[in-house]
């Protein structure tokens, strides 16, 4: 069990990487985002390949991008002894 000091260290690294996750997801979706449009003229399978990548682009990379996520808050977890494993 963590006292209140170290609940508190936690917190304020959690806060911190989530600031940095959150950032760094708007940034990637922004720079994906813009990378599809700029390919609007190809097509792939029959299908625009902005609309591809529109479709199955995005849900790929937010999947990847959860991922990331969780193994970068399972990181901080560990370092302030807060981790679930089993």
Do not use: C
Request: net charge positive.
């Amino acid at each position: 069990m963590m006292n209140s000091e170290h609940r508190w260290r936690h917190w304020r690294g959690t806060k911190a990487n989530a600031l940095f996750a959150i950032a760094a997801l708007l940034g990637i979706l922004l720079i994906a985002s813009v990378f599809a449009g700029l390919f609007a003229s190809w097509s792939f399978l029959g299908f625009p390949f902005a609309f591809y990548m529109a479709g199955q682009g995005a849900f790929i990379l937010m999947i990847i991008l959860v991922y990331w996520f969780a193994g970068f808050q399972e990181k901080t977890d560990r370092h302030y002894g807060a981790s679930e494993e089993i």
